[in-house]
C-alpha cells in the first residue's frame, strides 16, 4: 500500500523552528519528485517547496523563500521541510505529496498525499 505520513508538526512561538518529515512506504520515494504544502483555515491548499529526485531542482513559494529548506534522504525513503523562523501566518495543515513528474511545482500534478500535520506558531 502507497502511503506518506508527516510528522513533527506542533505548536511553536513566532520566530522558532520545526522539523517536518514525510516518511513513504510501499513505494520508492527515490523515483518521485516530492513536495511540501500548506492550507489555513478558509483558504486553499498552496505549494511551500518542491525537490526533484536528485535534488537538483528545488523551488520554493515567495513566503518562505529564505526560511524553509526542502531535503529528502531517498536511502530512507524520507523528505524533509526545515523551517526556521517561522511567522503566525505560517500555521496551517502541512501536507507532503509525490508525483512522476519531474521540475513541475504544481498541485494538480502530484498523485500521491499524505493525511497532514497541523503547525501552529502562535504566542
Known amino acids: 500500500q502507497l502511503q506518506l505520513v508527516e510528522s513533527g508538526g506542533g505548536l511553536v512561538q513566532p520566530g522558532g523552528s520545526l522539523r517536518l518529515s514525510c516518511a513513504a512506504s510501499?513505494?520508492?520515494?527515490?523515483?518521485?519528485?516530492i513536495g511540501w504544502f500548506r492550507q489555513a483555515p478558509g483558504k486553499e491548499r498552496e505549494v511551500v517547496s518542491c525537490?526533484?529526485?536528485?535534488?537538483?531542482?528545488?523551488d520554493y513559494a515567495d513566503s518562505v523563500r529564505g526560511r524553509f529548506t526542502i531535503s529528502r534522504d531517498n536511502a530512507n525513503n524520507m523528505g524533509y521541510l526545515q523551517m526556521n523562523s517561522l511567522k503566525p501566518e505560517d500555521t496551517a495543515v502541512y501536507y507532503c505529496?509525490?508525483?512522476?513528474?519531474?521540475?513541475?511545482?504544481?498541485?494538480?500534478?502530484?498523485?500521491?498525499w499524505g493525511q497532514g500535520t497541523q503547525v501552529t506558531v502562535s504566542s
Open positions: 505529496a509525490a508525483t512522476f513528474r519531474q521540475r513541475v511545482c504544481d498541485e494538480e500534478v502530484f498523485g500521491f
Open positions: 510501499g513505494f520508492p520515494l527515490e523515483n518521485y519528485q
Open positions: 525537490m526533484s529526485i536528485t535534488g537538483a531542482y528545488t
